[in-house]
Structure formats: C-alpha cells, structure tokens
C-alpha cells in the first residue's frame, strides 16, 4: 500500500480486493517452490536456557509510560495534552483524530463508553454516530443534556480508549490496561459525583471485573467512592430495542441518586 494510506484505509482496501476475489498475491514470473525450499535457511533448534543462565525480561512500564505520565497531569487540558502526545498505544497510528471528551466537565453525570467508532474518530468527540443520538434521547428523557451550561443538567462524556480500534473491534485488554492510568486521573480531574460506565470493556475497565454487562447492569458498585452505575452500551440497544426496558429503569435509577 502507499504511504499515504492510513492502517484503516490500507484494511479497507485490502477487504474490498478480497470480496472482488483476489485472494492470494500472485507474482509477474511463476515461482519454482522446490527451488525456493530448498534455498530457504534451516531453522535453528530451540534450545532451553541453561539453569544458571538468567533470561531478561522485557525493560521498560508495561503502560508505556502512562501511569506517571497521567500523574503528572494538574488539570484537564493537560492530560487532553499527555494523551494526544503518547505514543505508546499502537492505535493512535490508525486514528484521525484523539477523542477526548465532549460535554461539561462540571457536570455531577461522567459517562464512560469504551472506544470511538468512525464517526467519532472523524468529528473528534465520543458518542456523535447513532449510539450517541440515542444516549441523548435517553439523557433527555431524565432531563440531562450533555450541552447544557447548568452544570446540574448537564453530563460529561469521555472513552476507555481514547483512539478508534480498526473495523469498530473491542479495545483488546492489553490496550485498556496501557491506558486505564489516563481514564483513572481523568475521573480524578473531573471528580463526577456519579460515572456511568456504558458496555463491557467500560465496566470491567473501572471496576476492574470480569463478570459481564448482563449482570452487572443496573447494580450500583464505586470506584474511588463514587457511586458507578453499568448500563448497556447504546449500540447494544439498537442492536435489540428488547434491552431499552432495563436502561429505562436504569436511567430512573440514576435520576433518583441525583436527588
């Protein structure tokens, strides 16, 4: 593919060529594979360490850096700062755009989604596609507005990720755990009085659980002491309209904490 090209556009291209029907490279000039095997090095035999011999370990922070990177960070224009600058999550390379927050970082409500999707790797803001239609509909509903100026009508809006993951996929749990120090002082900074955490990768990511959405959902839990409430992702919602009964009575749920 040409420099030019993003990792998401090179995947693209490379999945249209394959529904058009190549699939497999082919060469100007045939290729003799016994001559090729037969010139290919033999590979080494593995050999196990000697007991006296110590195997090194990889050097450096497993997060890249992240956890004292994020600490060092005194407000929240500085940690928007740390993370558009940190290279040591892959995803970046693919991504247009580091999708921060949107809404007020007043707000009492933090809500907490797991990654940017398409929309919201080219507009630069979590939840602007579909889900983000519906989550305001739904915050509507309870009297929430993630534009409003009141603080107390108000929510504020980030992501686990903070880089759109290729073809939509799950944030895998290498990639959380390398940027769970930037979400951790991002709740520092805002100090909510209530997080939302919408979807799986979300929920295990603040709560640190391995139990799923299905169960967790609807149960208040804390992190840090304050009170967090699992819903279902709203793209699960539009994926089955049959879940918008439990994230109604979850939304209750959380209007009647804020009185």
């Not at 309870?142 to 009141?150: A, E, K, M, P």
């Amino acid at each position: 593919m040409t420099g030019d090209l993003t990792d998401f556009e090179a995947v693209d291209a490379l999945a249209w060529q394959i529904e058009l029907g190549a699939d497999e490279a082919i060469s100007e000039e045939p290729i003799n594979r016994f001559e090729a095997a037969e010139a290919a090095p033999k590979p080494k035999p593995v050999m196990d360490a000697p007991p006296d011999v110590a195997v090194s370990e990889p050097s450096g922070p497993s997060d890249g850096g992240a956890a004292e990177i994020a600490a060092s960070c005194s407000s929240l224009e500085a940690l928007h700062a740390a993370i558009a600058a940190f290279e040591g999550c892959a995803l970046k390379r693919g991504a247009k755009n580091t999708v921060f927050c949107d809404g007020n970082p007043a707000a009492p409500v933090m809500i907490i989604g797991e990654a940017p999707g398409r929309d919201e790797d080219l507009a630069g803001k979590p939840f602007v596609g579909r889900s983000g239609q519906l989550l305001d509909k739904m915050l509507a509903a309870i009297g929430l507005d993630r534009q409003s100026q009141v603080a107390e009508a108000a929510v504020y809006i980030t992501n686990v990720m903070p880089w759109r993951p290729p073809q939509n996929r799950d944030p895998s749990v290498d990639e959380m755990t390398m940027m769970k120090a930037f979400l951790v002082r991002h709740i520092e900074l805002a100090a909510p009085k209530f997080i939302i955490t919408m979807g799986n990768p979300a929920t295990k990511t603040v709560l640190d659980v391995t139990t799923g959405i299905t169960r967790m959902r609807g149960t208040w839990s804390e992190f840090n002491g304050v009170p967090v409430l699992p819903m279902f992702h709203p793209a699960a919602l539009l994926r089955d309209p049959l879940k918008k009964r439990e994230a109604w009575a979850d939304l209750l749920s959380l209007k009647a904490k804020m009185i």
